[in-house]
């Protein structure tokens, strides 16, 4: 079993970065297709950016374009994301996911994840 692990949330001011971690406490995740989602309290869960399981391939949601990057490091059964300009909107709880679909795949963000992690707080806020 798969157990995701996510840690490096807190309180940042607008313009500040954040460096979000995930990691398996199990399995590695080296044959995983990784994605972190963020969910605002009464919103739906938006997809964020994912990262294929050798890392060559990336992709992010428009509003992250930039200032976002997805990376992982498959020694340390780790991916990350940093954040940088890190603006109000981006205030939610960050999860996330593995799976074995490709990232590539149109509908990745639409399609249920076989394992998430328990989520950590992003507040940017002045």
């Known amino acids: 079993q798969l157990q995701l692990v996510e840690s490096g949330g807190g309180l940042v001011q607008p313009g500040g970065s954040l460096r979000l971690s995930c990691s398996s406490s199990?399995?590695?995740?080296?044959?995983?297709?990784i994605g972190w989602f963020r969910q605002v309290p009464g919103k739906g869960r938006e997809g964020v950016s994912c990262i294929s399981d050798s890392g060559f391939y990336t992709r992010y949601v428009d509003s992250v374009k930039g200032r976002f990057t997805i990376s992982r490091d498959n020694a340390k059964n780790t991916v990350y994301l940093q954040m940088n300009n890190l603006k109000p909107e981006d205030t939610a709880v960050y999860y996330c996911?593995?799976?074995?679909?490709?990232?590539?795949?149109?509908?990745?963000?639409?399609?249920?994840?076989?394992?998430w992690g328990q989520g950590t707080q992003v507040t940017v806020s002045s």
């Open positions: 996911a593995a799976d074995t679909r490709p990232c590539s795949n149109a509908v990745y963000f639409l399609n249920e994840q076989a394992y």
């Open positions: 199990g399995l590695t995740l080296d044959y995983y297709v």
